[in-house]
């Protein structure tokens, strides 16, 4: 059954992916060069970016904040990429053949979504964008922490959960602010 939250997640979903595909286009899979821990801190100056703007209530480079949310959800699906390409060498791979995972991380981040809505029910409809904002900075700091735990956890959630939240935040964030809507 759609529900609301579920047709604006695709509407969100639907518009980073058409960025990822273009993108994929003009540069290729440049991004295979990076470790995990850099793309970690790439989503990390996004977020960071969104929070200094947000807290100063004005910006100075006329970057929309979306940009950097949807780079937040693009990044967060380029590491998990990357996980399910950990053994493979290739620099270059194809957008037809990332497409198939980027869908699959997809799909698998929205399942955990809707258990999450069904627990919760989606209380974060209730929150504010820059708390959201802060919980993506958290995970992000729990993410360097498993990393420089060279990925071991003892009782946490692992690395990918991690960038499943964030993106999941990051998509809420987007519409909260209207971004499903716009064209």
């Not at 995990?36 to 703007?53: E, G, M, N, P, W």
């Not at 995972?101 to 974060?124: C, F, I, M, P, S």
Request: contains cysteine.
């Amino acid at each position: 059954m759609e529900t609301k939250t579920n047709s604006e997640y695709t509407q969100v979903i639907s518009r980073c992916k058409e960025l990822f595909r273009k993108k994929t286009l003009d540069y290729g899979t440049s991004w295979r060069i990076m470790r995990l821990a850099s793309i970690t801190d790439q989503i990390f100056i996004k977020a960071q970016r969104i929070r200094s703007v947000q807290e100063k209530g004005s910006q100075k480079i006329d970057d929309p904040l979306e940009d950097d949310f949807i780079g937040i959800i693009n990044y967060s699906l380029i590491a998990l990429i990357q996980i399910s390409f950990k053994d493979d060498e290739r620099m270059e791979l194809p957008f037809e053949e990332l497409e198939k995972h980027y869908d699959q991380w997809v799909d698998l981040t929205r399942g955990l979504l809707e258990n999450k809505n069904h627990d919760y029910g989606e209380a974060w409809r209730d929150m504010r964008v820059s708390s959201m904002t802060d919980i993506i900075l958290m995970k992000l700091l729990r993410l360097k922490q498993i990393e420089d735990n060279q990925g071991k956890t003892l009782v946490s959630e692992g690395i990918e959960a991690n960038y499943q939240d964030m993106i999941n935040y990051a998509v809420f964030c987007l519409i909260k602010m209207g971004y499903h809507h716009a064209s």
